[in-house]
Nanobody, 128 residues
């Protein structure tokens, strides 16, 4: 079992930056193999943002955030971060951290069912 706790959300003006962090705490079993971020805006479905594999640090991004967001990890601290730059009002959403027991690929990272553990979410609001 892995418990995930997100932090770093908040409000920012369009064009600004925020950094989200997610701390993973293993309560039993083996360490996760990948972590990712999803987001969900009111009235919309949860959508993938980015993911990273623990072993080789391969990272994947949704088209909507490529070039603006960067995912990184610190395996020693069991944390994953999401650096978000040039934020837009359409980035406003609840952001969720997720962990998978399996390594992910450029297609699989997009699917919520590929993840075994989820955090409670942190709100990001971008004002125009």
């Amino acid at each position: 079992q892995v418990q995930l706790v997100e932090s770093g959300g908040g409000s920012v003006q369009a064009g600004g930056s925020l950094r989200l962090s997610c701390a993973a705490s293993k309560t039993s079993g083996s360490q996760h193999s990948a972590m990712g971020w999803f987001r969900q805006a009111p009235g919309k479905e949860r959508e993938p943002v980015a993911a990273i594999n623990r072993h080789d640090s391969k990272d994947f991004y949704a088209d909507a955030v490529k070039g603006r967001f960067t995912i990184s990890q610190d395996n020693a601290k069991n944390t994953v971060s999401l650096e978000m730059n040039n934020l837009k009002p359409e980035d406003t959403a609840m952001y969720y951290c997720a962990a998978s027991d399996e390594a992910l690929g450029p297609l699989s990272f997009q699917y919520p069912d590929e993840y075994n553990y989820w955090g409670q979410g942190t709100q990001v609001t971008v004002d125009s």
